[in-house]
């Protein structure tokens, strides 16, 4: 027979929609954790989440613990009794510590031994608790009180349910007592509603003008936003944050389509979609070529006899926005991107490192660096570098700061700069995040390079790197962002040389001699975080940072082929050679020149160093085409030779000659591994 359904609800003011999903998953964590740490079985535990609550369900809930023995040693018996048989202070003291008395206590092995049966306890006297420790553990930044009460909630609560089956659950929690009356809509049933049974309420909820799944809002907000879109011919924009931001916003959604003036489409979409979306958390909708179209679809928490009164409202709403918007991209229009870059003159980049209008010169420089060596035009990078912060002194980026560089590019192309210098003004600080894209055009990669390095050295030399925790300047996103266009764009760059040429930009104002070796350092330990995201073991990334190869796409290519050889049936044994000829070496100083043959024995010596001999002349110019999955595919069959040598000869042969070319004969092995990676690191 199945256990009954559990219901759990806490109602009141709205929570706020932007911490709505986190506290429900929190809350559903907690009350799992208090479940299994208090023994109590159940199947599904599911969450449920709306403006004005907070409910936990959980089905087939256990109506108690089970039962459980517990046995704990004690004393020697020995020690626990003495000549005459009589327990002793330590058998006396185990003995009241479990609240037993000693002839309770099994003496039968060699220690005093306590064996308890404890029956399992009711879960409804154990699930107050439970839901009291989940509550006060949620994520709350700033908790606050109402009424006379002392209780401290992120939002005044102001009723509680709490069902088994169809029995109350006796509780209080946040100075509410449990019962089963709960609320409906506050406009569409905004008077109590009764809850008989814990398996009635998704539909009880859904008579009251309440969708209380927010998975299930979430779904029908998407679909009904959607076949708005088709209808209208366009395509809805639904970033998921704003997504969940809107369901966390509403009980009962009810999309709607409205419009503004076309006009204002002449302003960068960009301003416009970020007006929307963060101000008024309205879907914008896209044609088929990804413009902005004079439709957006906001989402109301009310189906209204009148919806015509709810589009109108939200049109004059959006008005004074879309007009602000297009103010500031018509005043900024009349200024040129050289004439704004005077006024960053005055504008502080860091104390120690100069103005803005500094870096920008500093980016303009190197830029034009970058650019040369990567076939791109150095005088479009160094005229990008120079203007890339000028929109920060636009009225647009000073009314929406996430329009940095996008509204540099608009404002590019309104001047009728070339199309690589305009994107560039974007491209610089690409990418912002994750997977986010990457410079399409090589004045963009220059720029964005340039970008980044600058802050990187110029923060590394004034002695402000990231410490645990806190990275103010974003030098750890900044340097995941140079190795990412790096490699993915395929740039044959050494970065070392890259670091050093940044440094020389600041000239003395880097108090710090060894940043250049720091940042480069710093680059080089951020390859693990990048490639352990695309699910590379950290042994494998550490064997190719032992070489520290300073090309990152080169980088990139012995990762990939260590990855590839270390599911090689011979890489366990050659990692464990090379890790035996790595402590050889490390102990004895190899002999200059080259292997004497007339010195090598015939048998597995011999045969070790015919088979590097041969394989050094087959993969070299496989090193030179950078293909080093091939290379170390061909090295793998040094596993046999390696193996016997190392069963059959003596390598520290008490013949000085012998041993010195022996050590010669290991050293080669073990080079032709490193030109790729130490697989010494392989576990």
Excluded at 529 to 557: H, N, W
Aim: charged share 25%.
């Amino acid at each position: 027979m199945s256990h009954p359904d559990f219901l759990f609800e806490i109602g009141g003011e709205e929570l706020p929609p932007k911490s709505l999903l986190t506290l429900a998953t929190a809350l559903h964590t907690g009350v799992v954790d208090g479940l299994s740490k208090a023994g109590i079985t159940h199947e599904a535990v599911d969450f449920y989440a709306a403006p004005r609550r907070l409910s936990i369900y959980i089905k087939a809930l256990a109506p108690k613990q089970a039962d459980r023995t517990i046995s704990m040693d004690g004393p020697p018996v020995k020690a626990a009794f003495d000549s005459e048989g009589k327990p002793t202070p330590a058998a006396l003291g185990f003995a009241r510590k479990n609240g037993v008395e000693v002839d309770e206590l099994d003496r039968s092995g060699e220690k005093l031994r306590l064996v308890k049966s404890i029956p399992g306890g009711h879960t409804l006297d154990l699930l107050p608790a439970i839901f009291d420790n989940a509550l006060k553990n949620l994520p709350v930044a700033k908790r606050m009180r109402w009424g006379a009460s002392r209780v401290e909630f992120v939002r005044p609560m102001h009723w509680l349910v709490m069902l088994y089956g169809d029995q109350v659950v006796p509780a209080t929690l946040l100075a509410l007592d449990s019962g089963r009356t709960s609320y409906g809509h506050r406009f569409h049933h905004p008077q109590a509603v009764v809850i008989h049974q814990a398996s009635d309420y998704l539909n009880v909820m859904r008579n009251a003008h309440v969708v209380a799944d927010f998975a299930e809002r979430r779904e029908l907000i998407t679909n009904k936003v959607n076949d708005l879109a088709q209808k209208e011919g366009g395509q809805a924009l639904m970033p998921p944050a704003l997504l969940d931001e809107v369901t966390a916003l509403v009980e009962w959604p009810v999309p709607l389509v409205c419009s503004f003036e076309s006009r204002f489409l002449s302003v960068p979409q960009e301003a416009l979609i970020s007006t929307m979306q963060d101000n008024q958390k309205y879907f914008c909708l896209v044609d088929s070529q990804q413009q902005l179209m004079a439709r957006f679809i906001t989402v109301a928490n009310i189906e209204s006899s009148a919806p015509e009164k709810i589009v109108s409202g939200n049109e004059k709403v959006v008005r004074p926005r879309l007009t602000d918007a297009e103010f500031f991209f018509n005043q900024d229009k009349k200024i040129t991107l050289a004439e704004r870059n005077e006024r960053l003159r005055n504008v502080v980049f860091q104390a120690q490192l100069g103005s803005v209008y500094q870096k920008a010169e500093r980016v303009s420089a190197l830029a034009a660096v970058i650019a040369q060596q990567i076939g791109g035009n150095a005088e479009h990078a160094r005229t990008a570098g120079l203007l890339s912060k000028s929109d920060l002194a636009s009225e647009m980026v000073s009314e929406f700061p996430e329009l940095q560089g996008i509204a540099g590019y608009h404002y590019a192309r309104h001047e009728g700069l070339a199309d690589d210098i305009a994107l560039a003004l974007n491209e610089q600080y690409l990418p912002r995040f994750s997977g986010d894209n990457l410079p399409t055009t090589s004045t963009g990669q220059a720029v964005a390079l340039a970008d980044k390095l600058d802050t990187l050295t110029g923060i590394f030399g004034i002695g402000q790197p990231p410490t645990g925790s806190k990275d103010p300047f974003a030098l750890r996103r900044a340097a995941l962002g140079v190795l990412r266009i790096l490699i993915d764009g395929e740039l044959n760059l050494d970065l070392a040389k890259l670091v050093r040429s940044a440094c020389d930009q600041h000239g003395a104002a880097l108090t710090i001699s060894s940043t250049a070796d720091d940042v480069f350092e710093f680059l080089l330990g951020r390859y693990r975080a990048m490639y352990e995201e695309q699910g590379i073991s950290a042994d494998v990334i550490l064997s190719v940072q032992t070489c520290r190869p300073t090309v990152a796409s080169d980088f990139d290519k012995r990762v990939k082929a260590v990855a590839h050889f270390r599911n090689l049936p011979e890489a366990a044994a050659l990692a464990a050679a090379n890790k035996r000829v790595s402590n050889i070496l490390a102990k004895e100083n190899v002999p200059a020149g080259e292997i004497e043959r007339s010195l090598l024995s015939a048998g597995p010596e011999q045969e070790l160093a015919d088979a590097v001999s041969r394989l050094a002349a087959e993969v070299m110019p496989l090193y030179a085409a950078g293909d080093y999955t091939q290379a170390l595919t061909k090295l793998a069959a040094l596993r046999e030779p390696v193996d016997a040598f190392f069963d059959n000869v003596m390598v520290m042969a008490d013949d000085v000659a012998i041993r010195g070319n022996r050590l010669r004969l290991l050293s080669w092995l073990r080079t032709l591994f490193l030109r790729v990676a130490d697989i010494s690191q392989l576990s």
